[in-house]
T-cell receptor, first 114, second 111 residues
Framework: DGGITQSPKYLFRKEGQNVTLSCEQNLNHDAMYWYRQDPGQGLRLIYYSQIVNDFQKGDIAEGYSVSREKKESFPLTVTSAQKNPTAFYLC?????????????FGPGTRLTVT | GENVEQHPSTLSVQEGDSAVIKCTYS??????FPWYKQELGKGPQLIIDIRSNVGEKKDQRIAVTLNKTAKHFSLHITETQPEDSAVYFCAASLNTDKLIFGTGTRLQVFP
């Protein structure tokens, strides 16, 4: 059963702690993306990777970091430098790193920082 | 850079009625316009898309129209059903590496 998995579904952290969100895909897709979703603001791109060992900043990369050591994995770390980390985080992948290819989304991780 | 505006933010319709969601984009060079549906607690899923060389595309009860001159595109859902209730996102792209999403429309279909 192919798809994208994100874990955990809900995550709670104390302010000042770094936290890593997992994203795994078994679709053999080259490109992977991280979005942040806030009420009334749609999806905003944090980071994306078009190929293993390479990634680019999106529109709101400050306070986040990523790695792409394997084709199937693209973990996102929310650092203590992120001012408002509480949000719903979505991971996506597409067969190639061009925006005209369908993006397949995972179920998301809801992060709450208190 | 590209900017996408989406209206309305919420839409309520009676089952069987039609629903229309509209988006405008700023960059006239954009050439790919997908629509995603997000059900509660799930990630968005592509439901239909259109490219700039086409004015309209249909898939059963769903259609998308594109007006390049006015730089807007619309999603039309006919004969709405309760299972159409979801948040719908439009997006625009230059076929480079990023999609720019609208802010979403929450559609509620009442039986």
């Amino acid at each position: 059963d192919g798809g994208i998995t994100q874990s955990p579904k809900y995550l709670f952290r104390k302010e000042g702690q770094n936290v890593t969100l997992s994203c795994e895909q078994n679709l053999n897709h080259d490109a992977m993306y991280w979005y942040r979703q806030d009420p009334g603001q749609g999806l905003r791109l944090i980071y994306y990777s078009q190929i293993v060992n390479d990634f680019q900043k999106g529109d709101i990369a400050e306070g986040y970091s990523v790695s792409r050591e394997k084709k199937e994995s693209f973990p996102l770390t929310v650092t203590s430098a992120q001012k408002n980390p509480t949000a719903f985080y979505l991971c996506a992948s597409s067969i190639y790193g061009r925006s005209s290819y369908e993006q397949y989304f995972g179920p998301g991780t809801r992060l709450t920082v208190t | 850079g590209e900017n996408v505006e989406q209206h309305p933010s919420t839409l309520s319709v009676q089952e069987g009625d039609s629903a229309v969601i509209k988006c405008t984009y700023s960059d006239s060079a954009s050439n790919y316009f997908p629509w995603y549906k997000q059900e509660l607690g799930k990630g968005p899923q592509l439901i239909i898309d259109i490219r700039s060389n086409v004015g309209e595309k249909k898939d059963q009860r769903i259609a998308v129209t594109l007006n390049k001159t006015a730089k807007h595109f619309s999603l039309h859902i006919t004969e709405t059903q309760p299972e159409d209730s979801a948040v719908y996102f439009c997006a625009a792209s230059l076929n480079t590496d990023k999609l720019i999403f609208g802010t979403g429309t929450r559609l509620q279909v009442f039986p």
